[in-house]
């Protein structure tokens, strides 16, 4: 198994909220985009850990949603 990878993926009103797991702990994700002045801000929260199935890798991200690559590598790093 290659970590990190995400475990849900959910977008809700202009926003992204992605959880998944690294090798040390579980993560979730908020991805913002402010409108008004084009800044994209990212919560990232670290929990405790536990296996749950993969969905994705973080470079397979910006092929499927509407993410660039550029905040999948950023939020790869974050994690890792």
């Given at each position: 198994?290659?970590y990190?990878?995400l475990?849900?993926?959910k977008?809700?009103?202009?926003?992204y909220?992605?959880?998944?797991?690294?090798?040390?702990n579980?993560f979730?994700i908020?991805?913002?985009?402010?409108?008004?002045?084009?800044?994209e801000f990212?919560?990232?929260?670290?929990?405790?850990?536990?296996?749950r199935?993969?969905?994705?890798?973080?470079?397979?991200?910006?092929?499927?949603?509407?993410?660039?690559?550029?905040?999948?590598?950023?939020?790869?790093k974050?994690?890792?």
């Open positions: 198994m290659n990190p990878y475990t849900m993926i977008k809700h009103n202009n926003q909220i992605l959880e998944g797991c690294s090798f040390k579980n979730k908020i991805i913002h985009t402010d409108n008004l002045f084009g800044e990212i919560n990232i929260q670290k929990i405790s850990k536990n296996n199935p993969s969905i994705l890798t973080f470079f397979e991200l910006s092929i499927f949603h509407e993410i660039d690559f550029a905040t999948s590598m950023k939020l790869y974050e994690v890792c």
